[in-house]
C-alpha cells in the first residue's frame, strides 16, 4: 500500500519526460502483479476453511464479471452467462468461488487476445449430486501436452506475466466444495 499511494503521488507529477511517463503507466500494472503473486501465495500456503451458505451464482458471476471489467484487456469481449434455474444456486463459500470465476473468467479473456470476435460463455447443470458450472471461450486452446500440466503448480504458458498458482489454487477450491 505505502509503494502504491507513493507511485500515484508520483503521477501526478507533472512532466514531459517521455521515459517518466512510461513509468508511471507501467509501475501500477506491475504492482498489480505483485499484489496478486502475493495473495496467490498466501491463498496456497493455507488451508482453505469454507463457510458454506445459500449462494446466488447469477449474480455471482454478473458482479465477477464487472470486476473481469475493470481490466483493460476486456475491450470488445461478449460476455454471456446462461445457468438454468437448477443450477443458478447451491450451497457453497461465495468468497472462494468468486475467486475460482474470476480467475477462470481472467484467463478466458486473456485466452480470447487478438481474436476478432471475443466470446465468453458460461452455463451451468445440476444432478442429484453435482453441480457443473462450465466457462467457455473462443481463444486459441491448449495443446494436449499444456492440457495435462494445467493443474501443476507454477506451470503457466503466460510467460513472465503468469504466476502458475491461479488454477491449482481454483482446483483445490473447488475440490474443497
Not at 31 to 54: C, F, G, H, T, Y
Not at 55 to 77: I, Y
Request: aromatic fraction near 6%; include cysteine.
Amino acid at each position: 500500500q505505502p509503494v502504491r499511494h507513493q507511485v500515484a503521488a508520483l503521477a501526478r507529477t507533472p512532466s514531459d519526460d517521455p521515459a517518466f511517463k512510461r513509468a508511471m503507466m507501467i509501475i501500477p500494472d506491475r504492482l498489480a502483479a505483485l499484489e496478486q503473486l502475493l495473495s496467490n501465495l498466501k491463498d496456497l500456503s493455507r488451508p482453505i476453511e469454507l463457510r458454506l451458505r445459500d449462494v446466488d451464482l447469477e449474480s455471482l458471476l454478473a458482479s465477477v464479471w464487472r470486476d473481469v471489467q475493470e481490466l483493460p484487456a476486456t475491450a470488445g469481449v461478449s460476455f454471456s452467462a446462461s445457468l438454468p434455474p437448477e443450477a443458478a444456486h447451491c450451497r457453497g463459500d461465495g468468497h472462494w468461488l468468486r475467486q475460482v470465476f474470476y480467475n477462470l473468467l481472467r484467463n478466458a479473456v486473456e485466452a480470447t487476445e487478438g481474436r476478432q470476435e471475443r466470446q465468453i460463455r458460461v452455463s451451468g447443470r445440476a444432478t442429484e449430486k453435482a453441480l457443473t458450472i462450465e466457462v467457455r471461450d473462443n481463444g486459441c486452446g491448449l495443446s494436449e501436452q499444456n492440457q495435462q500440466q494445467l493443474f501443476q503448480l507454477f506451470f503457466t504458458t503466460k510467460g513472465s506475466s503468469g504466476t502458475g498458482l491461479g488454477l491449482s489454487i481454483s482446483r483445490s477450491i473447488i475440490r474443497d466444495h
